[in-house]
């Protein structure tokens, strides 16, 4: 057994790294557990085959907090690039611009289904649902039933695998919050009139262009483990986490790591900080939390990348598209040249990443890497991308755990569990998207990690991590921000038994 660290953190994605590095730049004593043996950078890691790279899922640096900006320059000063945001949405065999150009979406959908989508949107702002409790309502009340039924509900459903109507209404507020319509029609009229360059876009959704690390975001994690390492941290891989054991009179968490040739590692910590599934790390706990049962009913949506390449005449600038049609499976499709040119080896080829929403253990899932690179040449082909007979390699990368999902029950699973941890585990702090059961973006993950570390570093709760996100002081303001918010009082802070 090791002798005991100040703090052990579970995890090296971005929520993970981000309080390590915190925490080790002030002297603070740390250990990072990572269950990959190759990769840090969870789900935000880059992926190397054969010389192409890619992400999992596509990770623009933008963020209206000027400390994220500052700390993504800090770890990684000199290899940003800035990129043009291209997109589109696929649907009914068209291609449309994302964000939308009003007089392309008009002429696209032709003038009877535009006044029906116009129509639809005044009658549901004159008669919105009260009190809106799912996803479908909070969409119909926002943008009308026949703009939800043509440019949301189909790409949503693929990615959650359930009805919008058992989709709690909390995903749409935080994923699509700031996008106003009536803001969004104005902010695509003059794009569609070419009024828009330099302007500020309507909303985060619908920015212009973001920086982007030349060879992937795995490039600003790998800096940064290295950059805990140099400060006296350590990042130790390939090790997964299975038990953790508090001890109320020491106030010492005892945890057991296995490594990759079955053999185990015992670790002590005062601290822990967990990025790493909520419902995984309630299981590993001892003694059990009371809230154990809660945990074991949140969900989880997983999802597989399957990576084509080949060499393509066909002309592609987006950096990803958006697949609205039902008929085929693929949910959107990424450009990775478009991301950054020195992600593909070579100035001919074309790399594309399919993405598959699914359930780990389903038919999907479970599909054999043959089978899956089959339907995705099949479907690339009938999407009009890339033609089939074009694609020369290809491999595909499963993420499980990709996304928390938000049923109609999640919330008050997460406010018990949390009660109960706060309660009882009081040395257990949680960060990121999977640790707090929260759709964070990267910069709000980033965010519960530097919170997180001052909490430490103070020995007291001073800052509520689960406003991220949540709190625009937060979210935009970073430590500044959040200060002012607890003295302002709407936040009380708490002293750690």
Not at 58 to 85: A, M, N, T
Not at 112 to 123: D, G
Request: glycine share 8%.
């Amino acid at each position: 057994m090791r002798q005991t660290v100040e703090t052990l953190v579970i995890g090296s994605g971005p929520a993970g790294l981000t309080t390590a590095y915190s925490l080790a730049k002030v002297g603070r004593d740390v250990l990072v557990l990572e269950k990959d043996s190759e990769y840090v950078g969870g789900i935000s890691r880059t992926v190397n085959y054969k010389g192409f790279l890619f992400d999992i899922g596509g990770h623009r640096f933008f963020s209206k907090s000027k400390e994220i900006v500052d700390l993504w320059d800090e770890i990684l000063p000199d290899d940003f690039i800035e990129r043009p945001r291209l997109s589109r949405i696929y649907y009914r065999g068209k291609f449309f611009s994302y964000p939308l150009k009003a007089f392309e979406a008009f002429w696209k959908l032709g003038p009877i289904e535009s006044a029906l989508c116009t129509l639809s949107y005044v009658w549901a702002r004159m008669n919105p649902v009260k009190d809106p409790k799912t996803f479908h309502q909070w969409v119909r009340n926002n943008f009308g039933e026949r703009l939800f039924s043509i440019f949301f509900k189909t790409y949503t459903e693929k990615v959650w695998g359930m009805s919008c109507d058992d989709i709690s209404a909390d995903w749409a507020a935080q994923r699509i919050k700031g996008l106003d319509l009536a803001a969004a029609l104005f902010d695509a009229l003059k794009r569609s009139a070419g009024l828009n360059k330099g302007g500020k876009a309507a909303a985060k959704t619908l920015i212009e262009s973001f920086r982007y690390p030349r060879k992937g975001p795995g490039m600003m994690w790998e800096a940064a483990a290295a950059k805990i390492t140099d400060l006296g941290g350590e990042v130790l891989m390939g090790r997964s986490v299975t038990g953790l054991d508090w001890n109320a009179d020491t106030k010492i968490w005892t945890v057991t790591a296995t490594k990759a040739d079955g053999s185990t590692e015992t670790f002590q910590a005062h601290n822990v900080v967990s990025s790493a599934p909520m419902r995984e790390l309630m299981g590993m706990m001892q003694p059990a939390p009371i809230s154990l049962l809660h945990a074991k009913e949140l969900k989880y949506r997983d999802f597989l990348t399957v990576v084509l390449i080949g060499t393509s005449d066909i002309e592609l600038d987006d950096n990803w598209v958006y697949i609205h049609d039902p008929d085929v499976t693929v949910g959107r499709v990424q450009n990775f040249r478009s991301w950054s040119p020195e992600m593909i080896p070579d100035a001919t080829s074309t790399c594309l990443g399919l993405e598959y929403f699914c359930f780990e253990g389903d038919g999907l899932w479970d599909s054999t890497d043959e089978a899956l690179v089959e339907t995705a040449k099949r479907e690339i082909d009938k999407i009009g991308l890339m033609r089939a007979a074009d694609v020369r390699d290809a491999c595909v990368v499963r993420q499980p755990k990709a996304y928390p999902v938000y049923d109609d029950a999640y919330a008050e699973h997460v406010a018990t569990i949390r009660r109960d941890l706060e309660m009882n585990y009081p040395q257990l702090h949680l960060v990121g998207r999977n640790g707090m059961h929260k759709y964070n973006n990267q910069d709000h993950a980033m965010m519960t990690g530097i919170l997180t570390a001052q909490n430490i570093i103070a020995g007291e709760i001073r800052f509520d991590t689960w406003q991220v996100n949540e709190d625009a002081e937060y979210s935009e303001a970073g430590i500044s921000g959040a200060v002012e918010a607890l003295k302002s009082e709407r936040l009380v802070p708490q002293k750690v038994a």
